[in-house]
């Protein structure tokens, strides 16, 4: 409710374009049993015709939970088709020593 409040008092300031970032998007609502997808799905039916919406950067692990979800939801036409998502490869070891959940293969 608060993103939401926030979204409506920039859409009065005149904003045009909005972006949802954070260090993990994707793991946005897990502690608090909401969805990325719930959040961006209100969020576009708020956005009134002109405005955009950018979601930022969320990690493999997170955003495979939600992926068809999140392609419908990037098709949307107040919606940037963009979604930055790093991933590392070339050792396995360094990986494992970075806390990622996946390997080279």
Known sequence: EVLLARLKSVL???VKEVWLTSEDSGAYGR??????????RRMLE??????MLRVG???PPYI????????ELLNH???YAFLH???QS????????MKREYTIE
């Open 46 to 51: 708020t956005l009134p015709v002109g405005c």
């Open 77 to 79: 036409p107040k919606c």
């Open 64 to 71: 495979l939970e939600h992926l068809d979800e999140m392609a």
């Open 12 to 14: 009065q300031e005149g």
């Open 85 to 87: 998502v790093p991933v």
């Open 31 to 40: 502690d608090i049993g909401v969805s990325l997808p719930a959040l961006l």
């Open 90 to 97: 070339g050792s396995n070891s360094v990986l494992d020593k």
């Open 57 to 59: 950067m969320t990690n």
